[in-house]
């Protein structure tokens, strides 16, 4: 299911929607100073060979480059997709060239982390094409967190409408009482959604358990070194009971499943739930 360009209008906070199909380079660094100012200046140009893998580029100067912000199915071993994203990926990257966006730093791997431009006569957003297809998943701790916002948008509209990895029922959102499934994917990237029932805070940690067993139940687990990187998003942990929550990370077993987010991102607040 190749994409050319992402069909639903490009809105940002105060700024008229623009159509992807006209998507030019400086459209996109204006169009994403509202919404995310670490990507709104390119940093380089680089010519691609191919992908790697759902989310990583050869380039022809022998780097790397991590696709910012999302994460592919085969990413976090899910390995039945890898071929599907990889293939689509390296159709849309083979001898192009890319403008790179935000600071571009190396991982702890040495590969580039960055948003992408496809250059041409249309350019396109790589990581905005890819996850409105339903290719590729947001995941702000994975890499920088520039453009969370309108992915987390484009990726919403994927999933609603169940496009790519979204018809499969191992990606679908799961719910956070599924305690039974969410074992079973310890060491894979999952979105989770349920009702915060406690929150609890110790000198290292603050923790959001979604049951009254708390080392049963899953968890939301956020560093103490995070804490005040939610209180300038504007989010109150201490204040999150009864709300529901969507979250996204890696499931790791800390009695119950978890999953540890030190972005705000990573954070969706849907609703209060009353209790």
Request: glycine residues 10%; neutral net charge; proline residues 3%.
């Amino acid at each position: 299911m190749a994409v050319c360009c992402v069909r639903n209008g490009f809105a940002i906070a105060g700024i008229a929607s623009l159509s992807l199909a006209a998507f030019s380079e400086a459209a996109f660094s204006a169009s994403v100073t509202a919404a995310c100012p670490e990507a709104a200046v390119s940093s380089e140009n680089v010519e691609a060979i191919g992908a790697r893998d759902g989310t990583t580029i050869l380039l022809k100067d022998g780097r790397e480059l991590r696709l910012a912000g999302v994460v592919a199915g085969d990413d976090m071993g899910e390995d039945k997709a890898a071929a599907v994203i990889a293939s689509e990926l390296n159709g849309r990257v083979a001898g192009k060239r890319l403008t790179l966006y935000g600071n571009a730093s190396p991982d702890r791997y040495g590969r580039l982390v960055s948003q992408a431009v496809v250059g041409g006569e249309e350019p396109h957003w790589l990581q905005a094409d890819l996850v409105s297809a339903g290719f590729l998943r947001v995941a702000p701790e994975l890499g920088e967190i520039a453009c969370a916002t309108p992915l987390l948008n484009f990726e919403r509209q994927a999933r609603e409408t169940q496009l790519g990895l979204w018809k499969e029922p191992r990606f679908q959102v799961e719910k956070a009482d599924h305690i039974e499934a969410m074992t079973a994917a310890t060491g894979r990237f999952a979105v989770v959604e349920g009702v915060i029932h406690r929150v609890g805070e110790t000198s290292s940690r603050t923790y959001l358990d979604f049951g009254h067993r708390y080392n049963e139940d899953f968890t939301i687990v956020i560093p103490r070194s995070a804490r005040r990187e939610f209180a300038a998003a504007g989010i109150d942990l201490k204040s999150l009971r009864g709300k529901r929550v969507r979250v996204r990370g890696v499931l790791f077993s800390f009695g119950g499943p978890a999953v540890e987010i030190q972005k705000p991102a990573s954070l969706e607040i849907i609703a209060s739930s009353g209790i």
